[in-house]
């Protein structure tokens, strides 16, 4: 896996433990990492994870590689604002992104195109330029609006994998879930991994 670069955003879902733990897997394999998170993003962070990443993009790219214990290119911080990144652009298009976990507002200005922020252009940037885009929706229940929405992504060539861990394996804590997750989005990325019991394996 190692040269592949992936964006991972994380936005105000509920369910950020989901876009750590992803993120710490990416790295593991040797995947580069862009990092975005949406001013929501870091509100969800602080309440559910106690993580309060505030700061300037270089004091969070600083902060982001000693949590991450990442170093050089391997793990990159851009604010939600920069649209200058490169990633925002298709002549520098990555090889894939994921919003994770992905919040009803921010699936709802990528199905329609509304590029507002960083996140919103580089999922419009994997539309347009046909690179897998992987979408991990957190709600419940769902609306009218929200399924329409997740629907016409789908057919746009996205993938919906939504936040909805199986008990088949029998998990025996918060992480397995948690790991069963990051394992069926990486599946999705064609990245290998062994972070779950796959059905029939007697493991």
């Known amino acids: 896996m190692s040269g592949r670069h992936l964006v ?11 876009g750590v733990r992803l993120c710490q897997e990416l ?44 170093h050089g290119s391997q793990l990159v911080y851009h604010g939600a604002d920069n649209l200058q990144a490169p990633v925002a652009s298709g002549s520098s298009a990555p090889d894939g992104m994921v919003i994770c976990p992905c919040s009803m507002g921010t699936l709802a200005r ?13 999922a419009d940037v994997m539309l347009k330029e046909r690179r897998p885009l992987v979408l991990v929706p957190r709600e419940t229940p769902l609306s009218d609006i929200h399924l329409e929405n997740m629907l016409r992504l789908s057919r746009m060539g996205a993938r919906m994998v939504p936040a909805m861990p199986a008990f088949y394996h029998q998990p025996a804590s918060v992480a397995e879930l948690v790991g069963f997750m990051a394992g069926k989005i990486m599946d999705s990325l064609g990245i290998a991994n062994t972070l779950y019991k796959r059905w029939g394996d007697a493991r």
């Open 8 to 18: 991972l955003a994380i936005t105000g879902a509920s369910g950020a433990i989901y």
């Open 27 to 70: 790295l593991q394999v040797e995947v580069r990492v862009t990092l975005l998170i949406s001013r929501n993003g870091f509100l969800v962070l602080q309440e559910e994870l106690g993580l309060d990443w505030c700061g300037s993009e270089t004091e969070l790219q600083a902060r982001l590689q000693q949590y991450f214990h990442s």
């Open 110 to 122: 990528v199905a329609n195109g509304n590029s507002g922020n960083l996140i919103e252009r580089c």
